[in-house]
Every structure is written in structure tokens, then in C-alpha cells.
């Protein structure tokens, strides 16, 4: 008696990625760049732009001298880096 041959399948292809977790909603994926830079942004400018009381009048004081408005003036500030 000769042992009977076994057909074999092919092997399935590999998914590129997991298969998606328990909850997932089977929305698009997200940028690994683009997670959280928005929060993180938003907050970073917050803090830019707040300021103690004091710092806030005199840049106020300086930027009716200049005939700038306060925020114009703490804006430069912000993006040179320096005073006018």
C-alpha cells in the first residue's frame, strides 16, 4: 500500500499590519508624524502668550509708544526673539 500524498495549499499572504484591537471603529489610521501635534501646539502657544500682569502693561506701555498694538507687538516679540 503506498501512503497517500497530502495536498498542500498555498500559505495565506500576510497582512501589512495587526488586525485592528477590541473597540477599534475601522477609521483610517493615524500618522504616527501627526498624533497629538495639534494638542501639543495649541498649548505651546497658550503658554506663549500668557504673561504676568506687570509684563503684559509695560509691553502694552511700549506698544502704544511704537503705535503698535499689544498683540502685534508681543507677535514680534514671539517671533524674533528680541525687543523692538
Same mark, same amino acid.
Given at each position: 500500500m503506498t501512503? =497517500? /500524498?497530502r495536498h498542500r495549499?498555498?500559505?495565506l499572504p500576510l497582512p501589512e499590519a495587526p488586525p485592528p484591537r477590541i473597540g477599534h471603529n475601522g477609521g483610517?489610521?493615524?500618522d504616527p508624524d501627526e498624533t497629538g501635534r495639534l494638542h501639543l501646539w =495649541? /498649548?505651546?502657544?497658550k503658554r506663549?502668550?500668557?504673561?504676568p500682569r506687570e509684563v503684559m502693561l509695560s509691553r502694552l506701555a511700549r506698544a502704544e509708544t511704537l503705535g503698535m498694538s499689544y498683540r502685534?507687538?508681543?507677535l514680534e516679540i514671539l517671533e524674533r526673539g528680541k525687543y523692538l
Open positions: 501512503p =497517500r /500524498r495549499l498555498p500559505p483610517p489610521p493615524l =495649541r /498649548r505651546a502657544s506663549a502668550w500668557a504673561a502685534e507687538y508681543t
